[in-house]
């Protein structure tokens, strides 16, 4: 290869991938939209980190996905490649609730992480995906995580705990 062609494929491959779509597990093409003063956008994916498995993105500050406002002002999600393509090997039910959960965010900047959580639970099961087995999953993945930061409530177990009560507070009130 020509060392030119060669230098422009490796600052490609360099360069966070970007777009304005993500691939769920079930080959599902789907993408974030968010509107503000009567402006429906899709919401930009930027895809950061191309090292091995526990060099984690400085950018992401340990998470797999953050949402920060862009140059415009519009929200950003981005994604840490590294820790997702781990995650589609062995849950891939949590990269799309991640998904989700990170649109809801984009969606509504004040929303809390239990609030963004419950929003992706509700998203996910009224695309009739949650499937017990899949609930499972989630639940159990949440557990996994011991020590979390305050605000998703310390640990995944109370993570999960309080997604399951604004879920079905939500429903009590019949929002859906
Ligand atoms: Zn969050």
């Not at 499937?131 to 989630?138: F, G, I, S």
Request: net charge negative; with cysteine; aromatic share 8%.
């Amino acid at each position: 290869m020509h060392r030119a062609a060669l230098l422009a494929l490796l600052c490609m491959l360099a360069a966070p991938i970007s777009g304005f779509a993500f691939e769920r597990s079930d080959g599902t093409i789907v993408h974030c939209e968010v509107t503000r003063d009567g402006e429906s956008r899709v919401v930009h994916e930027v895809w950061l980190g191309h090292g091995d498995l526990g060099d984690r993105h400085p950018a992401l500050g340990g998470a797999a996905a953050v949402v920060r406002p862009g140059a415009d002002g519009w929200p950003v999600i981005f994604f840490d490649s590294v820790v997702f393509r781990a995650m589609l090997a062995s849950d891939p039910h949590m990269s799309d609730f991640i998904f989700y959960h990170e649109c809801a965010h984009a969606q509504d900047p004040k929303r809390d992480e239990i609030e963004a959580n419950c929003e992706a639970y509700l998203e996910l099961d009224k695309l009739g995906v949650l499937t017990p087995e899949r609930l499972d999953a989630l639940a159990s993945t949440h557990k996994k995580m011991l020590r979390l930061p305050s605000r998703y409530g310390g640990s995944g177990e109370i993570f999960w705990e309080r997604t399951l009560s604004c879920v079905k507070s939500r429903r009590d009130i019949g929002l859906r």
